[in-house]
Nanobody
Framework: VQLQASGGGLVQAGGSLRLSCVAS????????MGWYRQAPGKQRELVAS?????NYADSVKGRFTISRDNAKSTVYLQMNSLKPEDTAVYYC??????????????WGSGTLVTVSS
C-alpha cells in the first residue's frame, strides 16, 4: 500500500486547510484510514481516524472533520479554526490485518502544516 498526502501549507490562525491522502496498491487490505501528526520535539499522535468508527483527538474535536471516499481510495482531513498548536507534520495512515490478524500500518511521507499566530 502506498499513500500520497497533499494539502499542507502555511495558514494564519483561524484559517482552514484540507489535507488529502490517496491510497494505492493492495487497498483491499485496508480497513482503517486516518491522520496522525508530529510536532517538533513531540511524539506522533492520532488526529483522526475512520474505519468502523470515527475517532478524533480531543484537541481537534469540533474543528477537524475526517471523511473518506472509498471510490477514490482517498481520505480527507478538513481543518478549520486552526491554531498555532496545530503546527506539525501530518501523516496519512492506513491500517489493516495480515493473515495472522496482526495490525499492519502503512504511512505516507507527511505534509507540513504551519499555523502562524
Amino acid at each position: 500500500v502506498q499513500l500520497q498526502a497533499s494539502g499542507g501549507g502555511l495558514v494564519q490562525a483561524g484559517g482552514s486547510l484540507r489535507l488529502s491522502c490517496v491510497a494505492s496498491g493492495s487497498i483491499l487490505s485496508i480497513n482503517v484510514m486516518g491522520w496522525y501528526r508530529q510536532a517538533p520535539g513531540k511524539q506522533r499522535e492520532l488526529v483522526a481516524s475512520t474505519g468502523g468508527n470515527i475517532n478524533y483527538a480531543d484537541s481537534v474535536k469540533g474543528r477537524f472533520t475526517i471523511s473518506r471516499d472509498n471510490a477514490k481510495s482517498t481520505v480527507y482531513l478538513q481543518m478549520n479554526s486552526l491554531k498555532p498548536e496545530d503546527t506539525a507534520v501530518y501523516y496519512c495512515n492506513a491500517a489493516g490485518r495480515n493473515w495472522r490478524q496482526e495490525r499492519v500500518d502503512y504511512w505516507g511521507s507527511g505534509t507540513l502544516v504551519t499555523v502562524s499566530s
